[in-house]
T-cell receptor, first 112, second 114 residues
Framework: SQQGEEDPQALSIQEGENATMNCSYK?????LQWYRQNSGRGLVHLIL?????REKHSGRLRVTLDTSKKSSSLLITASRAADTASYFC????????????FGTGTRLTIIP | ETGVTQSPTHLIKTRGQQVTLRCSSQ?????VSWYQQALGQGPQFIFQ???????GRGNFPPRFSGLQFPNYSSELNVNALELDDSALYLC?????????????FGPGTRLTVT
């Protein structure tokens, strides 16, 4: 079963705009990760945030985590056509347990 | 691209048949996880192998089984295929090394059951 939901399910924006995706989850977690998937192929790891962290940056990516609300957001700034993909959040529940529980994904389309 | 490879890329099988999917881990990684991704859904955890032993299993029936070999490559076997087994099967390798870990995914095998 899926851990949670991404919101929105689909998002279309103009190139250069910022894209924000949200993720909600149900159980306590050790960490939360965001992945990108192009055209139904393999997933690419973007960023990991631990349960004791509130915000993390990596290049044009900014991730926030609110464990009290069991939610996370992924912000992509200055979007590019190459950012068109599906984005998934995934939670790791136990320390050292590498089972990931994925959400349902957000389909992001960047319009040139 | 990651160093994780999967074969075959695509596969068509008939209901009731058996299938074996293969995965080669990234060099130096000793853990392999398998995921099933149905169309329009997020990946779902099938099971994980660590140093040739099963190390966790998701909510999948016993007809889904696996192996990990001494070189840390892995196989996923599915018996008595059902139509609902049609999906993208992803393997991911990682190195268990403490607090943080990253899973490196292969490109997947698309299985179609008719």
């Amino acid at each position: 079963s899926q851990q949670g939901e991404e919101d929105p399910q689909a998002l279309s924006i103009q190139e250069g705009e910022n894209a924000t995706m949200n993720c909600s989850y149900k159980t306590s977690i050790n960490n939360l990760q965001w992945y990108r998937q192009n055209s139904g192929r393999g997933l690419v790891h973007l960023i990991l945030i631990r349960s004791n962290e509130r915000e993390k940056h990596s290049g044009r990516l900014r991730v926030t985590l609110d464990t009290s609300k069991k939610s996370s957001s992924l912000l992509i700034t200055a979007s590019r056509a190459a950012d068109t993909a599906s984005y998934f959040c995934a939670t790791g529940d136990n320390f050292g347990n590498e089972k990931l529980t994925f959400g349902t994904g957000t389909r992001l389309t960047i319009i040139p | 691209e990651t160093g994780v490879t999967q074969s075959p890329t695509h596969l068509i099988k008939t209901r009731g048949q058996q299938v074996t999917l293969r995965c080669s881990s990234q060099s130096g990684h000793n853990t392999v996880s398998w995921y099933q991704q149905a169309l329009g859904q997020g990946p779902q955890f099938i099971f994980q192998y660590y140093r040739e032993e099963e190390n966790g299993r998701g909510n999948f029936p016993p007809r889904f089984s696996g192996l990990q070999f001494p070189n840390y490559s892995s196989e996923l076997n599915v018996n008595a295929l059902e139509l609902d087994d049609s999906a993208l099967y992803l393997c991911a390798s990682s190195l268990v090394a403490g607090v943080e870990y990253e899973q490196y995914f292969g490109p997947g095998t698309r299985l179609t059951v008719t």
